[in-house]
């Protein structure tokens, strides 16, 4: 329990050295950057892994849109590589159709389990928490970097599903049965086999970082840190952890049954009778595949608000900064992020209408899915509201937060018809879909997460990120998205179902709108990798040239993670800090500079 | 700054962390275990109606052994109440009688472990047989003169399995008739065990009672193995604390304590498991 090692390092202890030498030596490089129990030093790690996952995901799309908008042709660049790769299934350097099944599969997964919960949990939650509610460090150090290594390699796993024989799993981020286990029904040890034992590993991961960080929020607290004096970003986390500790068992137990189902050959998800390529599959029957998809969507529809919750956690703290003003409506939105928490656990059907549930349980679900949208809406408008009449430091973290919300807005309005059946019959896996839920993730969370990025990397490293290339990259990603996403309802409403490898070709005229508009988003994803390159520049140029800080404050933030020495040592404070008032009294008349920080003195 | 509340309580919550996570683990763990519960409702009700085996993918019943998994649960239980007397004479300084309890849990663990791999291997020798005239049993096969012990057979036979072997023909004995509800059993006849010798070229269906073979197995095999791999993670960790992680005592008796609580509490939620893990697969 004695890793009070570099705690003070740097005040200078001018202790005779053979007193207390198991204490203040410095770690190792394993110890420090590898298997650190350090919150801040884990945080760091998901960070940079879930990037560079970001990056990866990002790029096997790139190789879908060339495909989309130019089927059967040689991917330019890449091409090659993939050939030397992954031989026979990118044969002259094109995508076949089973690899393009596998690109959009480990797409999704890839996206949502490796990049985004882990950058707005893993490594947000981990660095900023700990650090908001005044606390030395998470409540389970050990767990937090165990949390972390099952994380990354459940990860290596999924990239090394890849290389074995048939190809990583291609039967979409959502692996439904029957398919996802007769797709390669006489090689049990498959792609899809690795994709399962890689999703157990990543729920396990996230199970421990839950566990950790409510009890964490609960039990570290600051003195006088009150529920109802945490940032709003903590209260996000706290139910993000909720979500994650009470939704992803269930997927945990379908992921073994389904891993059962292709190992031993049982029938969990195969209905009797089944018949594949006209002959009948030697099992017994007798299972659900109704059943997969109602494990797989109760923790589906809670993951979507683990995608967004941090998010808005990340868009509240920054607004609150740069409006100067406190939050509008700080204990509604506490409130709504509570709601949504509890109904997002009932609303998972929403998935389903077009596989058959009757009625009334259709009724049930649309009427909960149209609640569910109450409690966003006091979030975005509480938001709105903030806005008002502030004199707003326009920064780049301040305009990715601020754009955070009319994407966001798009992402939740075009789901309403997808809540209702009647509607969603036709839009069901279409474009529709594809275009909703990026708004929601890519220009909505996405963006807040780059906004924290530049928010919170002057405290991480005592340097500003340049301002010039945020701003570059800024405008060219909002350009970018729109015109990548915004076309796609378009293509949807056409009728363009969503995991067609030939981009549609064989279902709409030649000169169909929606086949053109392939082309165009192709171009638009382009512009939008092109805009990524000031960031990535950006984030590791700034570590040794960016502007230093001025002082420990540089935003004049009132939370705590603000009072801590820069960049935060082990340990986290000098000394243990003391709340006196909520999170965001800004615009504070009298006050020194305007606003006052929570652990100042009345 | 250290962690604060590592095993002292704190004021407002009244507990140390530990606590509050592993509560908070087990709430994750009901959420596991209940997927699967719901899983096992949703197998059996969408099953057809009849009797298994005359119907084909009928729900089974009656097929465990009711007595021996009556005493497992006899066996899990006690361990269940042993580990809170480990924990209670920690509380009152008795390290010795801590360990004597710890020893006798262990044992009742590694116990509950043998007697549930004995009733895997039961159900592993155990055949369901159909022949292409409509008859069908249940019962042993012996292959080659050989008597079906999976460990002889080194694997489990089907239908493949015997036509790759070239095996012409196999001795099978049934099991008796179960009586009808309300019926007597007629004196000797319905006990009679059926010796019979089965034609390979008669057989429609040989295989035995696993995962593959129904989904009744297959949920019964899971979540019991999944239950078994707590038993055997929680034992492992109360044998650390009961040996080699013993030496914490000595430092720091109320973190320790602390530490048995904790897994105690794991303990009891797998023993917890297991009462209801019983009477749905076994009684109901």
Redesign the interface.
Known sequence: ?ST?TS?QHGTGHAHPAHEHHHEHHEPGFWQKYIFSTDHKMIGIQYGLTSLLFLFFGFMLMMCMRFQLAYPGKPIPVVGGLLEALLGEAAKGGVISADLYNSFGAMHGTIMVFLAIVPLAFGAFGNYVTPLQIG???M???R?NMASYHVFFWGGVLMLASFFVPGGAAKSGWTSYSPLATVAEFSRPFNGQTMWLIGMVLLITSS?LG???F??TI???RARGMTWMRLPFFVWAQFVTGFLL??????L???G??QL?DNL?????FLP?GLVVSGQQLP??????PL?WQH?FW?LGHPEVYVLILPAMGVVSEIIANNTRKPLWGYKSMVYAAMSIGFLSFIVWAHHMYLTGMGTKVATFFQTTTMMISIPSVIILTALFISLWGGSIRFNTSMLFAVSFLPMFGIGGLTGLPLGFNASDIYLHDSYYVIGHFHYVVAPGTIFALFAGIYFWYPKMTGRYMNEVLGKIHFWGSLVGMNLVFAPMFIQGLRGMSRRMSDGGATYFGADDIALKLNTSITHAAALLAVAQIPFIINVFASIRSGRKVEGDNPWNATTLDWATPTPPPH???A??PVVYRGPYEYSAPNAQGGYISQDQKP | MEIPYTYKPRPDTGLYNAKVGIWLFLASEIMLFGALFSSYILLRVTSPEGEWPLVERAWPHGLLNIPIGTFNTAVLITSSVTVVLAWAALKMNQFGKFRAYMLVTLACAFGFLGIKSYEYNEKFTHYELRLKDGQVHTGHIEVNGKHAGFWDFGSIYNLDRLGKEQVKEIAFTADPAKPKPGEKHAEGAAHEHKKMTVQVSDIQKLDAFILRNHTFFAIYFVVTALHGLHVLGGALVLGYFAFPGASMWRKNPEQFTNRIEVAGLFWHFVDLVWIFLFPVVYLL
């Open positions: 329990m009070a705690t606390a030395p460090d409540a389970f150090p767990l199970l839950a566990v950790n409510i009890t609960i039990q570290l500790l009470l939704a992803f068992p269930p945990e137990a379908a073994i049954l059962v031993f050959h049982t029938s969990f009797t099992v017994s029957g007798g299972g659900s059943l494990l109760f340990g986290n404070f000394s243990e």
